[in-house]
């Protein structure tokens, strides 16, 4: 019995991800504006967020009050000089998170295990990471 699914089974070649927001608007200002990240709009009735992140694409898709901030880590942001990168980012409004108990320097990156990582939410609360790029 083979431990692999069938490909043609699931579209693993295409697979994709995808989290909620409260609010697409201030959502696709967010990703667009704040983040500089490439944001098709679905032009669909329920509206969708397509944000293009090289070779895959996420998509963000409205819940409105329904919608409950993802608790942990959904998109991470690989990046070749995390301090700088956290302190572009804080430049340009976004504020940085604070876990008790995790050692974090004076800009929010976690310095003590593991690669530097900084975690900062989306305008719907979801949490994000600016995290060091392995190699």
Sequence with gaps: ???????????LEDAFNGF?????????????????????????????????????????????????PASYTVLNFPSDDVHATVRELTGR????LRYDGMPQDELGVMTGGGPLIAWFTDPAGNVHSVIAREG
Excluded: C, N, W
């Design 20 to 68: 909620s927001v409260d609010d697409l608007d201030a959502a696709e200002v967010f990703y667009r504006d704040t983040l500089g990240i490439p944001v098709d709009r679905s032009e669909e009735p329920m509206g969708m967020l397509q944000l293009r992140l090289g070779p895959r694409s996420v998509l963000v898709y409205p819940k409105g009050p329904a919608h409950v």
């Design 93 to 96: 409004g976004l504020s940085f």
């Design 1 to 11: 019995m083979s431990t692999h699914l069938d490909p043609t089974l699931f579209g």
